[in-house]
């Protein structure tokens, strides 16, 4: 009985694992709406604060068309990937450890996730948007 508990929770904390390893990226679309107040994510749609996030796994910094970005994150030469994109949405302490204190010429105001899932899963999601 007890062994059955224990094999129940361990295989529990694996799966845990694995599916936040590869994202769930419909978990990720829910969490989007903290960023959808000011990114639009369809190709065709327009800027609204921020850039618009079509396509942005892969891309450089800097590069929609038709958006007036910081000169920091326009000359960053960041190219947007797991890491990347974790580093920018994960608390102000991991965005400036990780860019450096000048990060904070760059213009997007956002308190940032603490919980690595949510990071992850919400990263799943934007690899969906092309
Ligand atoms: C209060 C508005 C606001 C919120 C909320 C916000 N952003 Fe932003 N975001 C911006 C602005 C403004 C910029 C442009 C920054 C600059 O030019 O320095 C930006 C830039 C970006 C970029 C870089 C785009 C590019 O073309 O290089 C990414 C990626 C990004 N945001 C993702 C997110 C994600 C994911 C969330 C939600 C977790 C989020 N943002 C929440 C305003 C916001």
Same mark, same amino acid.
Request: proline share 1%; glycine share 8%.
């Given at each position: 009985?007890?062994?059955?508990?224990? &094999?129940?929770? &361990?295989? %529990?904390?694996?799966?845990?694992? *694995?599916?936040? =390893?590869?994202? +769930?990226?419909?978990? %990720?679309?829910? $969490? =989007?709406?903290?960023?959808?107040?000011?990114? !639009?994510?369809?190709?065709?749609?327009?800027? /609204?604060? %921020?850039?618009?996030?079509? !396509?942005?796994? %892969?891309?450089?910094?800097?590069?929609?068309?038709? #958006?007036? #970005? *910081?000169?920091?994150?326009? *000359?960053?030469?960041?190219?947007? !990937? +797991?890491?990347? &994109?974790?580093?920018? $949405?994960?608390? !102000? /302490?991991? /965005?400036?450890? #990780?860019?450096?204190? +000048?990060?904070?010429? *760059?213009?997007? $105001?956002?308190?940032?996730?603490?919980?690595?899932?949510?990071?992850? +899963?919400?990263?799943?999601?934007?690899?969906?948007?092309?």
């Amino acid at each position: 009985m007890k062994t059955k508990i224990l &094999l129940t929770s &361990l295989l %529990g904390v694996t799966f845990l694992f *694995s599916s936040a =390893f590869a994202g +769930d990226a419909k978990n %990720g679309k829910k $969490i =989007f709406k903290k960023c959808a107040a000011c990114h !639009n994510v369809a190709s065709t749609a327009k800027h /609204k604060t %921020g850039p618009k996030l079509w !396509n942005i796994v %892969g891309a450089k910094a800097g590069i929609q068309e038709g #958006y007036r #970005y *910081s000169n920091w994150l326009k *000359s960053s030469g960041i190219e947007w !990937n +797991d890491e990347t &994109l974790a580093a920018w $949405i994960g608390t !102000n /302490k991991e /965005k400036t450890k #990780y860019f450096g204190k +000048d990060v904070r010429k *760059s213009r997007m $105001i956002f308190a940032g996730l603490r919980k690595k899932e949510q990071i992850v +899963d919400l990263i799943a999601y934007l690899k969906t948007l092309k």
